[in-house]
Nanobody, 121 residues
């Protein structure tokens, strides 16, 4: 059974850091496009970062230079290191998988339940 379970969310002050984790099971995450998405209150869900099966990464402009997506293949776990956090980063963060080796930039195929990140000013 395919599962994605996020953890690591919390409340921090602006300028702080958090590392989100996404434990994958039922499939080998490194063989597929994996990504982090977020949804702030009253806003649409947006893609934050993605990583291809070949390790290529991409980021939304608003997080470039602050967030880093990575994988630990041995643990089958996806990470999102978030530094220099801003109040506008406040959102529910979701881990997602696309059943393709390269990210299409479109709709993902499987989602976790999310972890909440709250940044105070």
């Amino acid at each position: 059974q395919v599962q994605l379970v996020e953890s690591g969310g919390g409340s921090v002050q602006a300028g702080g850091s958090l590392r989100l984790s996404c434990a994958a099971s039922g499939f080998t995450a490194s063989n597929y496009c994996m990504g982090w998405w977020r949804q702030a209150p009253g806003k649409e869900r947006e893609g934050v970062a993605a990583i291809d099966s070949d390790g290529s990464t991409s980021y939304v402009d608003s997080v470039k230079g602050r967030f880093t997506i990575s994988q630990d293949n041995a643990k089958n776990t996806l990470y999102l290191q978030m530094n220099s956090l801003k109040p506008e980063d406040t959102a529910m963060y979701y881990c997602a998988a696309e059943w393709a080796r390269h990210c299409s930039g479109g709709v993902m195929d499987h989602w976790g339940k999310g972890t909440l990140v709250t940044i105070s000013s």
